[in-house]
């Protein structure tokens, strides 16, 4: 186990090379694109082949209003054009793209404090998940909310979009960024083994 960056993709490189790696298994989480190119291209100078593990997005349900964007600034004009009360689900990194929207009024929920510049008009609610749909829907109401934003990182943290449907509160998703040029990505870990023992 590892803890920790590698340095970039010539510290990458020399670990795999120093470690005898036959295949490596990007398993990173759906918006970490430095990371997996990192691997990708570390790994194809040494001929290693590379197995990216994606988890499935989400996928809109009857009753869902949902509006996908390509990324953060889109998903803030967006979101100002929608309603007035947004709540960013997005992460400490990344909430300056909307540090320009003076308008509305945002609640930031977060693990830790973000960085960077703030929208002029927010409150920072620092929780770790996961959370319950109740708890959802009651924050939902009760800070009045009337535009989710969140990104399409997939797995089990649905409460929040399943409260936003029963609220009938629209939904501005933030696709997840491009693979790697040439990844063939599979979307759970039986697949990842199947592939292992193919290349055995």
Do not use: C
């Amino acid at each position: 186990m590892r803890v920790g960056g590698f340095g970039g993709v010539d510290g990458l490189r020399e670990w795999l090379a120093d470690n005898d790696v036959d295949v490596l298994v990007d398993a990173t989480h759906p918006f970490a694109a430095l990371i997996s190119e990192h691997a990708a291209e570390a790994a194809s100078s040494l001929a290693v082949p590379v197995i990216q593990l994606r988890r499935p997005g989400y996928r809109a349900q009857s009753g869902d209003h949902w509006t996908r964007v390509p990324d953060l600034a889109t998903a803030a004009e967006t979101a100002a054009a929608l309603g007035v009360r947004i709540f960013l689900t997005i992460g400490r990194q990344g909430v300056g793209a909307f540090a320009g929207a003076a308008r509305p009024w945002f609640l930031i929920r977060a693990i830790d404090p973000p960085t960077g510049p703030l929208p002029p008009n927010h409150e920072i609610l620092l929780a770790r998940g996961p959370f319950a749909f109740d708890d959802e829907r009651r924050l939902l109401a009760e800070r009045r909310i009337d535009v989710l934003v969140t990104k399409d990182s997939g797995g089990p943290t649905t409460a929040k979009l399943s409260a936003a449907r029963d609220l009938n509160i629209p939904v501005v998703l933030v696709d997840r960024p491009p693979l790697p040029a040439g990844a063939s990505p599979v979307d759970s870990v039986a697949e990842v083994l199947e592939r292992l023992r193919g290349l055995g």
